[in-house]
Nanobody
Framework: QVQLVESGGGLVQAGGSLRLSCAAS????????MAWFRQAPGKEREFVAT????????YYADSVKGRFTTSRDNAKNTVYLQMNSLKPEDTGVYYC???????????????WGQGTQVTVSS
């Protein structure tokens, strides 16, 4: 089992940047694929990015491709989401998740953090 805690959210102007972190407990972090999802008010949770166990493969939603980068440091049990050129439509609660494989489907991830709020003002 793994526990996840996100941090780094906040209020930023359009065009700005934020870096989210997700710290995992336990010694099995390196055995999990990790992902980021987000949920805007009144909308369903949507896939943002995923990264393989070693960090060698990453996949992004089309809406964030070229602006967001996910990475991980297995020695620190942490996964990151660097968000650049932020837009108001990026506003939402961002969640990290851990699962067995890199997929786009939220249902395939077994463990979730509590989320961190990102607000992008226009």
């Amino acid at each position: 089992q793994v526990q996840l805690v996100e941090s780094g959210g906040g209020l930023v102007q359009a065009g700005g940047s934020l870096r989210l972190s997700c710290a995992a407990s336990g010694r099995t972090f390196r055995t999990y694929a990790m992902a980021w999802f987000r949920q805007a008010p009144g909308k369903e949770r949507e896939f943002v990015a995923t990264i393989s166990r070693t960090g060698g493969s990453t996949y992004y939603a089309d809406s964030v491709k070229g602006r967001f980068t996910t990475s991980r440091d297995n020695a620190k049990n942490t996964v990151y989401l660097q968000m650049n050129s932020l837009k108001p439509e990026d506003t939402g609660v961002y969640y990290c998740a851990a699962g067995a494989i890199t997929t786009f489907q939220a249902r395939d991830y077994n463990y979730w953090g509590q989320g961190t709020q990102v607000t992008v003002s226009s």
